[in-house]
């Protein structure tokens, strides 16, 4: 939903908040991401991207980073914890910024807490709490959107079958290619994807509900309309 121009310029412009955002695999998490970003004016900020980022720079917590990655382990908290905090210190997180694939535990939602409490509200950087915008969507009409996926090879165009199939069956409209399924798109797989994710977010939702900052919204409404309710949740989540 497109906003008028005076409230588009006013919403980048004036403080918004940390937003937290939550959703599983195929609810559109990304599509609701860069819609708020276009809307605020404020980054996106990805734990993976952050980790790619300190890599590539080859900071201390990058190069510490690599050396668990390439032991095949998982990168610690502390680690994670502080390229965060590192990312969130910057000037253009000042007014607000969205946090994507963080966090994904409560530990590391307690850090956050207070790290804005410390960094940001006692240091008058910011007066609004965080609001966490959880993208919800059946299990099964998950399971539709990730495995009906199908996929180009030459010209890497997406279609998925149920909603938006090709004008032939199994074959691209632009180039008539066979149409692939992705290994990670089988059934079997994305099952325990998102079994995992349920696993790991729910005590997370739990958290944040307790806390009176979790804000749910139907994932499986037209784009629009997501879009309209994640602004609203942004906006007036203090009152919903």
Known sequence: MAAPATGMADAKTREVRPIILL???GSGKGTQAKQIVERYG????STGDLLRDNVARSTELGRKAKAVMERGELVPDDLVCGMVAARLQ???CARGF??????????QAEWLDKFL???FFDNGRMRTPP???DIVVGYNELLRRLTGRRSCPTCGRIYNIYFQPPR?????????AKLVLRKDDTEEVIAERLKTYERQTLPLTDYYRRQGRLRQV???RPVEQVTAAAFQAIEHGDRL
């Open 168 to 176: 032939v069956a199994d074959t691209c409209d632009n180039d008539g």
């Open 131 to 133: 609001v966490v915008v």
């Open 98 to 107: 969205i946090l994507d694939g963080f966090p994904r535990t409560v530990a």
């Open 90 to 92: 910057q000037p253009d």
């Open 42 to 45: 404020i980054p996106q900020i």
């Open 117 to 119: 409490k410390t960094e």
């Open 218 to 220: 139907d994932g499986a």
């Open 23 to 25: 959703g599983p695999p």
